[in-house]
């Protein structure tokens, strides 16, 4: 993995979509007076990451890991424990697992080789995601998380976009957007009551954009390999 050459491989509309991304969150950032600076770099991590991974390059997973310790830390403060202990317990050690997947199969250019969703992966992973989405769902309750009912969704997304971002499929991009849409509205109710967080919701609406971009690469990767 050369940075470098990450960077090198972004096509400038690519370029375009994180510099608007960046100067979106940023301005969301300085336009109040209240600040948390651990919600800004968790933005600028996660949307530089998402950029990368929407290409299919194991950079985007390094940075996942990096920007779901941040994001766990920001979670933690307004005590969405549901997305703290996602992040840091599962999207982050997922994410880890898809460095040394991704590093092993390879196609060409930086880009990992696309892996096709067979029925029998879909059920060995709805059936895990519900499991975990039950398990978490009473400790959330235990913690008296708030806003339960999106913050226990968000754990179903988050497991199958994660699971399916380690097995290499496209249809990872489609879960993170519908976990970026249930983020939003979690951090628009936390923007509420302080808005230093507006800057979360930035980055997830950011994210959505990315994410949504990302699914179409990689079935253009995906028809490209055949």
Request: aromatic content about 16%; glycine content about 4%; proline content about 3%.
């Amino acid at each position: 993995m050369n940075i470098l050459d990450s960077i090198k491989r972004l096509k400038w509309y690519e370029i375009l979509l994180w510099g608007v991304c960046v100067i979106a969150i940023l301005i969301s950032y300085f336009i109040f007076t209240e600040r948390n600076t651990y919600t800004l770099v968790a933005s600028l991590i996660g949307v530089t990451a998402l950029i990368f991974v929407a290409k299919g390059d194991v950079l985007g997973q390094v940075l996942t890991v990096v920007f779901s310790l941040f994001y766990g830390i920001v979670s933690f403060k307004f005590r969405y424990y549901g997305e703290m202990i996602t992040y840091l317990g599962m999207t982050a050690p997922i994410a880890a697992g898809a460095v040394v997947t991704w590093i092993r199969n390879p196609y060409k250019n930086g880009e990992v080789r696309v892996r096709h969703t067979s029925p029998k992966l879909w059920t060995i992973l709805s059936s895990l995601a519900f499991i975990v989405t039950a398990i978490f769902y009473f400790i959330l309750k235990r913690l008296n998380t708030p806003n339960m009912i999106p913050s226990t969704v968000s754990i179903t997304t988050s497991f199958m976009a994660s699971a399916l971002t380690l097995m290499r499929s496209p249809y990872y991009a489609l879960f993170y957007a519908a976990n970026d849409i249930i983020l939003i509205i979690l951090w628009s109710l936390a923007s509420m009551e302080h808005i230093f967080y507006l800057p979360m919701v930035i980055c997830f609406i950011c994210f959505l954009i990315n994410d949504l971009y990302g699914y179409i690469n990689w079935q253009k990767m995906k028809h490209n390999q055949k």
